[in-house]
C-alpha cells in the first residue's frame, strides 16, 4: 500500500514537472581569488589525507559588490572518491560591511552561504549560491553565482 502510493506521487510529480525539468537561472555575484597558507596535516586514515589551511587574504569583485578577503579556515580531505573542502572565511566589501561566507564542496561542486549584519546586503542572507573554480588545477580562483 505504502509502496504503491509512492509510486503515485512520483508519478504526479513528474507528470506535474514534465518530461524534463528547467535548470535554475544563475547570475553572477562575483568572482574570487582566495590565498591560502601552506597546508598542515593532520592524518591520513581510511578517508584520504586530511589537511587545514589558513585563509590569508585575497579579493572578490562582482556586479553588486567587491573587496577583500580578510581572514579564514579550509579543511580539506583527499581521498579515494576526489577532494572535499569545507571553508569558512570574511569578505570585506569595499564600503566596510563583513560577510561571513561558509563552503561546502566536493571539486568541482561549492555550496556557498553567506551571512551579515550589514542592511546593505541583508539580501544575502537569503541567497545560496553555486562557485565554480576557473580550473580544477588551481581552485584559489572562484566564479560564485546566485541561484
Request: hydrophobic content about 45%; some cysteine; charged content about 15%.
Amino acid at each position: 500500500m505504502k509502496l504503491s502510493l509512492l509510486f503515485s506521487l512520483v508519478a504526479f510529480a513528474v507528470s506535474a514537472l514534465g518530461s524534463k525539468p528547467t535548470p535554475p537561472a544563475l547570475t553572477l555575484l562575483f568572482s574570487a581569488t582566495v590565498n591560502k597558507g601552506s597546508a598542515l596535516i593532520i592524518e591520513s586514515s581510511s578517508t584520504g589525507l586530511k589537511a587545514v589551511q589558513a585563509i590569508t587574504d585575497g579579493s572578490f569583485s562582482g556586479p553588486k559588490m567587491k573587496g577583500t578577503v580578510t581572514t579564514g579556515i579550509a579543511t580539506s580531505v583527499k581521498g579515494p572518491n576526489g577532494l572535499k573542502v569545507e571553508a569558512t572565511f570574511v569578505l570585506q566589501t569595499s564600503d566596510g560591511a563583513n560577510i561571513l561566507i561558509t563552503e561546502r564542496a566536493a571539486i568541482p561542486y561549492v555550496e556557498a552561504i553567506f551571512e551579515t549584519g550589514a542592511e546593505a546586503y541583508d539580501w544575502l542572507n537569503n541567497v545560496t549560491a553555486w562557485a565554480t573554480p576557473r580550473s580544477l588545477s588551481n581552485i584559489d580562483y572562484l566564479d560564485y553565482w546566485q541561484c
